[in-house]
């Protein structure tokens, strides 16, 4: 260890061990109401931004000073405000108003209730996310937020290992994630394969352990003016743990009725804290997960040319109905290592904090199994000599790190409550493809590739300041970012090609001409403004300015206002425009990647924005941000003090979206060859893509919540709740064809593209939620119904035609496909053994509901000769069919 470094090392410990250094207490306490202890009560330090809530046991700590006001809200209790005179505050809550849980996204100023906010947002704590019985993160708010969406991909290669998600059907790329209020860092995979969120870039949602959340904040609204780019649809904030009374380990495992996708996970979180207010809470977590099988079972084989009547193949083909297919959920491990620390200053005239962490992540997928009649085997590479050969499927392998830290400082500064901070977030993804060959390669080939990778990585430093004065709750600051993106080439076996039938089977590796590394930076400056004339009336307002050095700058505004109506409810709205900046992984992403494509296995390009051949030879344009319009309007109503219902309408529209295109390929008009064709063939490759500026797309819906608690019910207490949203997403006027692709008769987004992000994702989802409690036992009984979606055939013949308005042709519209919306029911029980040793048995999908199999009407697309029995590029709620689990946790 260097000087320097000891140096530092030493200053660090002297000013921990220093009694003089940091003065603010630690406050603890237990919630309770007539029935016992109250887990998730938000406990706030009036007038600033610190918080907690409260863990199982109702038991709380806090930094606070004597003479500091603690406001407890939980919804369906009283909220009440205690004057710190120790460091042990004990409360007793009372049903009252309710919707009035406290929250801190989208308030820089001060915290607000849900009552209190002109906007909606949902406040969910750990053991509400844990109630849902599902494994991670993404599938957790899946089954508690009504417009966030996360199922499981198959057959899709990487995308298989981060399965997108998104909120209000407007991508993954539209939804912020923050950490601590502080921007996540987005994944380095682009979704490229015939998936909802195609061509969107996303946060790796499973890179963040439940057990190191205390709670997360979804805010439902157009936020960009306060937080920047990517907060379109909305904002996603994971609020770390702080202090624990206790060391929890929790341990889990599951596996599917029907024997396969064995599960194991455990967790640990602890804490260090002190009576100056220092704390240190640290998480560690493995958890597994095995594949899961649910193929089709075609009988016969249209993919190829080769059929169950041929004279060759035919028996093979009988002998194998599945085609060796695995079609299902990937195996996983992952280990997470997460931190959260904060030291004050004296005189709690500020603090010092750090959080981050680490997270190593292994998948394996499967790809299209290749039969005997496919790819052939004849050195014995795959098989032993002598055996029956009965063709292959290629794994595909992920390694994926996200690592991600932040530290800064908060003190106060001429009454102004500022906060400086640095982050840096990393992910980084390697590929290997294995159990496949190279066919150019012959008896040289090997059987396992390194096909290449990908990095993305941001910097970001923030100082913001914030004041309540009275009536007026100010806040402005600045942000200065810098982003990075690489692609690094595979082994030259993986892309070995010469004869145009070779590469890596399943996929062709990176090749030097596609790795690259680019970076860009930018800065924004905001302001926010709350004005609360009268107790009943507040309104907002706020604006951003950004500044991009690769494509420009945009300035964001948005205005907002709550009326009350005493503590019955309230009436909120709020407009705002937004914006969002192409990603660098969609700017500079290229590869060739193996798909169907007219009913054979080919080999299709990605070009990115900047090949002369996108911009020079077809006329693309520069990438350039998209740009959004944000209204919303509702109320929230008690109607009684323990039920309470919210509406909330919105419309969002996105014009100069960016997407990717579909397959661009041979006209079929062997007369003459246009300049696309040129291309192709030059490449060796049978279609192209690219991303582009095309598409305006027009977003309406609806969120509703009901919430009804704390109703006796026997010796119990019966809480339920009912939410759902209701959208429907559509395109608006043409889609901007460039000249030389529409002069050629070209269709860059067909049928089968608009309706990924305009039926991919259920239009509505309704969440009924039964949460019962008595003595020792607890009992979740939730329903979840997924609204239907629907899958269209690519156009083959339209060339740009008014979908919206013409007839469709009768080869394009009979093969389209809606499956019906289906209702998921999940029945978790918990029983508290003692104070220290609790369980959980959870039993989701009870009744094994799948989703419609797929209706081929004759055609090989949509199954891909029979592979697929459930649809896979549009996708409810994941095929695995009922799952049971079970858990225990230990406190010490």
Do not use: C
């Not at 496909?817 to 029983?831: H, N």
């Amino acid at each position: 260890m260097s000087k320097f470094l000891k140096t530092k090392w030493l200053m660090f410990l002297f000013f921990i061990g220093t009694p003089g250094f940091l003065l603010a207490q630690q406050v603890s306490g237990v919630v309770k109401d007539d029935s016992g202890a109250l887990p998730g009560v938000s406990v706030i330090v009036q007038g600033t931004s610190k918080g907690t809530t409260t863990d199982f046991d109702g038991k709380y700590t806090i930094n606070a000073s004597n003479g500091d006001v603690l406001v407890f809200s939980y919804v369906g209790y009283e909220s009440q405000e205690n004057t710190v005179t120790g460091n042990k505050m004990n409360v007793t809550m009372e049903s009252g108003v309710a919707l009035d849980a406290v929250v801190l996204t989208g308030n820089r100023a001060k915290p607000r209730t849900i009552l209190d906010s002109p906007v909606p947002i949902d406040n969910i704590g750990l053991d509400e996310m844990r109630s849902t019985g599902q494994p991670t993160i993404d599938k957790m708010l899946t089954y508690k937020v009504p417009s966030f969406n996360s199922t499981t991909q198959a057959i899709s290669d990487a995308t298989a290992h981060f399965d997108p998600a998104d909120l209000r059907g407007l991508g993954p790329s539209r939804t912020l994630v923050l950490v601590n209020g502080k921007r996540k860092n987005q994944s380095a995979l682009v979704y490229i394969n015939d998936t909802p969120g195609k061509g969107e870039v996303g946060v790796d949602l499973k890179s963040i352990p439940a057990a190191a959340i205390e709670r997360i904040e979804v805010l439902r609204d157009g936020a960009s003016a306060q937080y920047g780019s990517d907060a379109i649809a909305g904002v996603i904030n994971m609020v770390l743990k702080k202090n624990v009374e206790y060391t929890t380990v929790n341990v889990s495992s599951g596996v599917t009725t029907e024997g396969d996708g064995f599960n194991f996970g455990v967790d640990l979180n602890t804490g260090l804290s002190n009576e100056n207010g220092s704390y240190l809470n640290i998480t560690a977590g493995y958890y597994e997960q095995e594949k899961t099988n649910r193929p089709g079972s075609p009988g016969t084989d249209v993919l190829i040319g080769v059929g169950a009547d041929d004279p060759t193949w035919g028996a093979w083909l009988a002998d194998n109905p599945e085609l060796g297919m695995t079609v299902g959920q990937p195996e996983l491990q992952k280990l997470d290592l997460f931190f959260n620390a904060g030291i004050p200053f004296k005189n709690d005239s500020g603090e010092f904090y750090t959080f981050g962490g680490i997270t190593s992540r292994q998948g394996k997928s499967f790809a299209l199994y290749r039969g005997p009649y496919w790819v052939g085997d004849p050195y014995n590479l795959l098989h032993e000599a002598g055996s029956d050969y009965n063709g292959f499927q290629p794994t595909f392998e992920t390694d994926v790190m996200d690592n991600n830290l932040t530290a800064g400082v908060k003190w106060k500064l001429f009454n102004f409550d500022v906060d400086f901070s640095g982050t840096y977030g990393r992910n980084r993804i390697d590929y290997d493809v294995n159990n496949t060959l190279n066919p150019d390669l012959g008896a040289n080939s090997p059987t396992e590739f390194a096909v290449g990778g990908y990095t993305f990585s941001n910097s970001l430093a923030n100082l913001d300041f914030s004041r309540s004065l009275g009536q007026v709750n100010v806040a402005f600051g600045a942000e200065i970012k810098q982003e990075m993106f690489s692609a690094r080439a595979g082994d030259a076996a993986s892309y070995f090609n010469p004869t145009g039938n070779g590469n890596a089977q399943s996929f062709p590796g990176l090749q030097p001409a596609n790795a690259v590394r680019a970076d860009r930076h930018n800065y924004g400056v905001y302001g926010d403004l709350e004005w609360e004339p009268t107790d009943a009336l507040l309104i907002g307002g706020a604006i951003r300015y950004e500044d991009f050095s690769d494509f420009g700058d945009n300035v964001s505004w948005k205005v907002s206002g709550r009326y009350s109506l005493g503590d019955k409810g309230a009436l909120r709205a709020s407009y705002s425009t937004g914006f969002r900046a192409p990603s660098l992984h969609q700017i500079y992403l290229s590869n060739v990647q193996t798909l169907v494509s007219g009913g054979t296995i080919s080999n299709q390009g990605t070009f990115n924005n900047e090949d002369p051949i996108i911009r020079e030879d077809l006329g693309v344009p520069q990438l350039s941000a998209e740009t959004s319009k944000n209204i919303s309007a509702g109320i929230t109503y008690k109607i009684k003090p323990n039920l309470s219902v919210s509406a909330d309408f919105y419309n969002v529209k996105v014009d100069d979206r960016v997407l990717f295109t579909g397959e661009i390929g041979f006209d079929g008009d062997d007369s003459s060859i246009n300049p696309v064709e040129s291309i192709l063939i030059a490449n060796s490759i049978t279609s192209l893509k690219f991303f582009v500026n095309a598409v305006n797309t027009n977003t309406t819906g609806v969120d509703l919540v009901v919430n009804y608690s704390n109703i006796d019910l026997g010796n119990g207490i019966l809480n339920a709740t009912l939410a759902a949203n209701f959208n429907e997403t559509t395109i608006e006027g043409e889609i901007d064809t460039p000249a030389l692709l529409e002069a050629n008769g070209y269709d860059i987004f067909n049928r089968k593209e608009q309706s990924r992000i305009t039926s991919s994702r259920p239009k509505s989802k309704v969440l009924l939620g039964l949460d019962y409690g008595i003595k020792k036992w607890n009992f979740n009984l939730n329903n979840t119904y997924f609204g239907e979606v629907s899958w269209q055939h690519a156009n083959n013949g339209l060339n740009g035609a008014d979908l919206g308005n013409g007839p469709l042709p009768l080869d394009d519209a009979a093969y389209d496909q809606t499956f019906a919306g289906k209702v998921i029911t999940d029945l978790i029980i918990g029983y508290e053994f003692s104070e220290k040793v609790s369980a959980n048995i959870s039993v989701n999908n009870l009744l094994n509901v799948y989703p419609d199999e797929i209706d081929t009407k004759g055609d090989f697309v949509t199954d891909l000769g029979g592979r697929f029995k459930y649809p896979w590029e549009v996708n409810q709620f994941g095929f695995n069919g009922t799952v049971l689990n079970a858990s225990i946790a230990f406190k010490f």
